[in-house]
């Protein structure tokens, strides 16, 4: 009886065991719905290579988004550049090396708009102050470099921002290439992009510096793996991962570089 006993002892020493589930958090440029439909798949797929549990922790905008992340509430997240910046508990693991990220500033098709000293004293939509492309790079590049008054209306997602624009509820509105490109065909088609920003390193997937080690591995070589099948790098696709690689801190030195505290609205 002893010996069956030890045997069952060391037999579940033995066995790999599933860890507490880890909180994965997406800066929100959708909503819930389409964010859930994007990274469940994705976190499925990484559950069973790592053996690991992983949940989408959806956040309903991006000033909750920053204060989740701020108070070290996700385990892993996909941010924006300047949200990496800032963000004093996390260490960048991945990135799209496959492309730059910039805002791009769109306005209604056949508007007579087109060129930005007709947004002087105008009303232009952003999803949220600190969305980088969308809202921290445009707004900066209008007032330091175009002189350019304007007033800021929050919309919360970039999809919203398309369609304030496309109803004429703003003149403009503030996005970035990616989810511009991503649009219903109902609303991209009505669309023209009036003015891009200069680019910079795209959004990292970072991780809690306080993770084990080899939790953060076992993430990054699925991840990377992923990328190599034709079905599961089309998941990655839709994040969108052009081509995902390596991210370092030094890769976001091109966002410090821009100057963009002025413009970071703190949340409340």
Do not use: C
């Amino acid at each position: 009886m002893k010996k069956l006993a030890s045997l069952f002892v060391a037999t579940l020493l033995s066995t790999p065991t599933f860890a507490d589930t880890f909180t994965v958090g997406v800066v929100p440029q959708f909503d819930v719905k389409t964010l859930h439909q994007i990274w469940d798949p994705i976190l499925q797929e990484v559950s069973h290579r790592t053996g690991h549990s992983f949940k989408l922790k959806g956040s309903p905008d991006i000033p909750t988004f920053e204060k989740e992340f701020a108070e070290a509430k996700f385990d892993f997240a996909y941010m924006n550049p300047y949200h990496y910046t800032i963000a004093q508990h996390y260490k960048p693991l991945l990135r799209d090396t496959g492309r730059k990220l910039f805002g791009v500033l769109v306005v209604k098709k056949g508007s007579g708009i087109n060129s930005l000293e007709q947004l002087q004293n105008s009303t232009i939509a952003f999803p949220a102050p600190n969305a980088l492309g969308a809202s921290l790079m445009i707004r900066g590049e209008l007032k330091e470099i175009y002189n350019i008054d304007f007033t800021p209306k929050y919309v919360k997602t970039h999809s919203s921002v398309y369609l304030n624009t496309v109803l004429g509820r703003t003149l403009s509105g503030g996005g970035v290439q990616k989810t511009f490109n991503n649009q219903k065909a109902e609303i991209k088609e009505k669309l023209e992009i009036l003015h891009q920003t200069q680019k910079v390193s795209p959004h990292p997937f970072v991780y809690k510096a306080s993770l084990p080690s080899n939790v953060v591995e076992q993430v990054k070589a699925a991840l990377l793996n992923m990328a190599q099948n034709a079905d599961t790098q089309a998941l990655l696709a839709k994040v969108p991962f052009k081509k995902i690689g390596l991210a370092t801190d030094a890769d976001y030195d091109d966002v410090r570089r821009l100057n963009l505290e002025r413009y970071y609205v703190k949340p409340n």
